[in-house]
């Protein structure tokens, strides 16, 4: 019995539900909630097992020879519309909701996000993890602009919530932003929390155009043979959320 059966057979005995599914013939576990997926993680820290986060799949999907003894999580039962405070101007939704239905659910409240009107069809998790990113009037427009709390499961089965709702929060680097763009290597988003915005202002960009992802940049910073300095800030981070490497660079 390999590692991997191993691990399966302790999720299943810990999680005896549907919570286990087959994709691609790779193992897969579908969290319903922060608890699940720190349970999940430190299961597979203690038994040594590494896990890939594909979201819905549509960006990142296990697939091939690199997955024969992995476990992937997808967010695709984390669906749901968790809070619209209108008045204070900012959403949350779980990781899994897609993020094409976001405007359709701020509409009744005359709200809007900017990126939900662009033509992807991945998760809200996964669409911070990929770096989700518009061009508008010749300036990137990043999707992490809007991007101000999360509920995050790290590698080592911790729960955190970086981030705030306030207007302005504490002077300094925002930390929940280093999980914009990194491709679900460092910690499994749960929910996300967006400023939106008046629908009123959605003619503003009306120009505003989806740019393709780049998975290379942020893979880049972490190669060992990369000296430069913003790099080795990058593998500094990695190691810092996942010092026992349960999310492999694939």
């Not at 009037?137 to 990043?142: A, E, L």
């Not at 990369?226 to 996942?242: E, H, L, P, T």
Request: glycine fraction near 6%; aromatic fraction near 10%; proline fraction near 6%.
């Amino acid at each position: 019995m390999t590692r991997s059966d191993k691990f399966v057979a302790a999720v299943k005995s810990e999680f005896p539900d549907d919570r286990l599914t087959w994709q691609k013939a790779v193992p897969t576990f579908h969290p319903e909630s922060s608890d699940d997926a720190a349970s999940f993680f430190k299961l597979a820290n203690r038994m040594k097992q590494q896990i890939f986060i594909t979201g819905f799949g549509n960006n990142i999907d296990p697939e091939g020879e690199p997955f024969v003894d992995m476990v992937s999580v997808r967010t695709d039962r984390l669906n749901n519309m968790l809070k619209i405070a209108a008045e204070d101007f900012y959403i949350t939704t779980g990781s899994g909701y897609p993020l094409l239905e976001i405007n359709k659910q701020l509409a009744e409240h005359k709200l809007w996000l900017p990126h939900s009107s662009l033509p992807y069809v991945g998760s809200v998790g996964g669409s911070i993890a990929a770096g989700l990113s518009a061009e508008l009037d010749g300036h990137d427009f990043p999707l992490k602009k809007y991007f101000i709390r999360a509920e995050i499961v790290t590698p080592e089965g911790d729960i955190i919530t970086p981030g705030s709702t306030c207007f302005k929060s504490v002077s300094g680097y925002d930390i929940v932003k280093i999980f914009a763009g990194s491709w679900g290597l460092l910690g499994l988003i749960v929910s996300a929390t967006f400023r939106v915005m008046p629908d009123s202002a959605a003619d503003e960009f009306n120009a505003m155009r989806m740019k393709s992802f780049d998975r290379e940049n942020f893979l880049e910073g972490l190669r060992e043979e990369n000296c430069n300095a913003d790099v080795a800030y990058s593998r500094k981070i990695k190691i810092k959320f996942d010092p026992t490497h349960i999310l492999p660079i694939v």
